[in-house]
């Protein structure tokens, strides 16, 4: 079993739609989680970290439910510059290295 | 702030050659990681320095790869010899805390 999976998607969503992905984690004792967003042969970005409060940004909110082992994004009011794959990214107990899923893939459509 | 950034961009070597990757970190970032993604598979850790550190290689595939940071700045990653299954993206991130990474566009390298 992966330790980060998501669904591949793609995601075709109209402008204005909104969002939702999921992913779910295999190590209880992973402590921290991001999203990253990394456009076509590009680096991956930091979207936002993941806390089991939820937290929001903008357009943007992410929640994590650990007894789940299970986080999700959202994303409000899509625009065409939201396109991109989304990584799910955990880590290890006691170590900063990170974990990535492969990636859902979204494109907004006008 | 200027980004992490990698050098070079792009390579493309045979089997059995020896290439070495650069990457320089966001300046004051102790942290700095090398992660690869090879064709159709997840981003994976390779290795984390602290400073001139190596304080986690279990990401290391074998001993093929040799990550070194002398004095603490940029970090070099040689691959001898190159191998068909090395081919890939090689990305560096660094960090000022371990938990916020930041990644450089990395290094595509093909090896024919």
């Known amino acids: 079993r992966k330790e980060v999976e998501q669904d591949p998607g793609p995601f075709n969503v109209p402008e204005g739609a909104t969002v939702a992905f999921n992913c779910t984690y295999s190590?209880?004792?992973?402590?921290?989680f991001f999203w990253y967003r990394q456009d076509c042969r590009k680096e991956p970005k930091l979207l936002m970290s993941?806390?089991?409060s939820g937290n929001e940004d903008g357009r943007f909110t992410a929640q994590l439910n650990r007894a789940s082992q299970y986080i999700s994004l959202l994303i409000r009011d899509s625009k065409l510059s939201d396109s991109a794959t989304y990584l799910c990214?955990?880590?290890?107990?006691?170590?900063?290295?990170?974990?990535f899923g492969k990636g859902t893939k979204l494109s907004v459509i006008p | 702030e200027a980004g992490v950034t990698q050098f070079p961009s792009h390579s493309v070597i045979e089997k059995g050659q020896t290439v070495t990757l650069r990457c320089d970190p966001i300046?004051?970032?102790?942290?700095l990681y090398w992660y690869r993604r090879v064709m159709g598979k997840e981003i994976k850790f390779l290795l984390h320095?602290?400073?001139?550190?190596?304080?986690?290689e279990s990401g290391m595939p074998n001993n093929r790869f040799l990550a070194e940071r002398t004095g603490g700045t940029y970090s070099t990653l040689k691959v001898q010899p190159a191998e068909l299954e090395d081919s890939g993206v090689y990305f560096c991130a660094s960090s000022r805390t371990g938990w916020e990474q930041y990644f450089g566009p990395g290094t595509r390298l093909t090896v024919t």
């Open positions: 320095f602290v400073k001139e550190s190596k304080q986690d």
């Open positions: 993941v806390y089991s």
């Open positions: 300046s004051g970032h102790d942290n």
């Open positions: 190590n209880s004792a992973s402590q921290s």
């Open positions: 990214v955990g880590t290890g107990a006691g170590s900063y290295q990170l974990t």
